[in-house]
């Protein structure tokens, strides 16, 4: 089960969550659909590539990464989509797409949208397109210690 990292990062911290098994889905709108869980709170995590390095972006469903607002709000030079070869070894266990917003585990830095950090609750992709975890939004930060701006629009 791809999750199992993720779950057993979880359960070493002692967090309370939840993974909710769908029917397979690749949308955050298809999966807010299944999980009836609101496109604004399921977070989806858009790899980027920031002055060279690989990094995540975690935001609304319902929103799309605003790379000139990611620059700025990092005081970065350039920000670009990152090409699949620049992270798919990073997390071999995991369907591509589907990488949990945990870049502690991958050694990737993590920002994260301002209106993800003030839900109390944050869901997420667990590794596939048929799992995803919900958990509370302080044990998410407390763990990965995200950078928090205006990113998404």
Known sequence: MPVQRL???LDE???KYVVITHSRAFTTQEIASLTHIPGKE???TVIVD???ETAMAVL???QKVDLALLRDALGAERVTLAQEAAFRDRSPECDLGAMPP???????PV???QSLAADDEISFNACSFSEIVQMPYAEFARLV???VGHISA
């Open 7 to 9: 779950k057993d990062f």
């Open 13 to 15: 911290h002692q967090v």
């Open 42 to 44: 399921l977070a989806k």
């Open 50 to 52: 920031v002055d060279g």
């Open 60 to 62: 609304p469903g319902s």
């Open 102 to 108: 945990f870049g502690n585990l991958y050694g990737l």
């Open 111 to 113: 920002y994260v949208a």
């Open 145 to 147: 210690k995200p950078v």
